[in-house]
């Protein structure tokens, strides 16, 4: 009997027709955590999400104006950069397409800065962050997220890699160039398809 079976799952393929598991990867069933610096603290009754920059009108919600906003559900997998993937995560929250429709996106934004409590910043390009995958998200697999992984609120992108996911986040900024964020000044890449491997440069 081998002790290195593997989980089939791994061999299945996506409806977009590429592998379940990305290249260089390998399946965790935990859940890591990985983050630069300490986890902020934070106050809901404190807490605000700015929506900002090339938009008609800024808007900054609290808490309850967030969860007023109609809730959504996905599963899916994600995958982290340092190889790790976890697949079936169920999570609840907002579709990304469900905010930027508050502030009416001005057509020159082509790319979003996501800003963290804390100062974590990271880059993506607002063309492929429309789809209802894309959220903000307070709930994984049924129970709020824990500190360690964003409470209250974190962005998932998980058709990037997970560093493209803020936790604590606090802004989105809508931008016309493309802007390196944090781990992106540091050498990660600026896109960060796990499919394509872009992983560093
Ligand atoms: N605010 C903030 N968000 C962050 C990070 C961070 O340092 N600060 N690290 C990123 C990185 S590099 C990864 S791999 C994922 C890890 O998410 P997890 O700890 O929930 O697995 O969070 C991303 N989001
Ligand atoms: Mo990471």
């Known amino acids: 009997m081998s002790l290195f079976r593997a989980d089939p799952r791994t061999k299945e393929a996506r409806p977009d027709g590429r592998r379940r598991l990305p290249p260089g990867q ?14 902020p603290k934070i106050d809901l009754a404190e807490w605000r999400l700015q929506i900002f920059g090339l938009v008609e009108e800024e808007k900054t919600l609290t808490w309850d104006e967030l969860m007023a906003l109609p809730q959504a559900e996905a599963r899916n997998d994600i995958h982290c950069v340092t190889t790790w993937s976890k697949f079936d995560n169920d999570w609840r929250g907002v579709s990304l397409r469900d905010v ?4 009416k996106v001005k057509p020159e934004a082509a790319y979003v800065v996501f800003h ?10 607002l063309d492929e962050i429309q789809g209802p995958e894309n ?5 994984h697999n049924g129970e ?3 500190l360690e992984h964003g409470w209250p609120l ?3 992108i998980p058709n990037l890699y ?15 160039q493309d802007r ?15 499919w394509k491997e872009e992983r560093y440069g």
């Open 26 to 39: 390998r399946l965790t069933d935990g859940w890591p955590v990985l983050h630069y610096g300490s986890i």
């Open 100 to 103: 930027f429709a508050l502030v």
């Open 116 to 125: 963290s409590y804390g100062g974590y910043t990271t880059n993506v390009p």
């Open 135 to 139: 959220m903000l998200v307070h709930t």
């Open 144 to 146: 709020p997220l824990t």
């Open 154 to 156: 974190r962005a998932l």
């Open 162 to 176: 997970l560093w493209k996911s803020a936790k604590w986040i606090r802004g989105i900024e809508f931008v016309s």
């Open 180 to 194: 390196p964020g944090f781990w992106e000044m540091y050498g990660y890449h600026m896109h960060g398809d796990p």
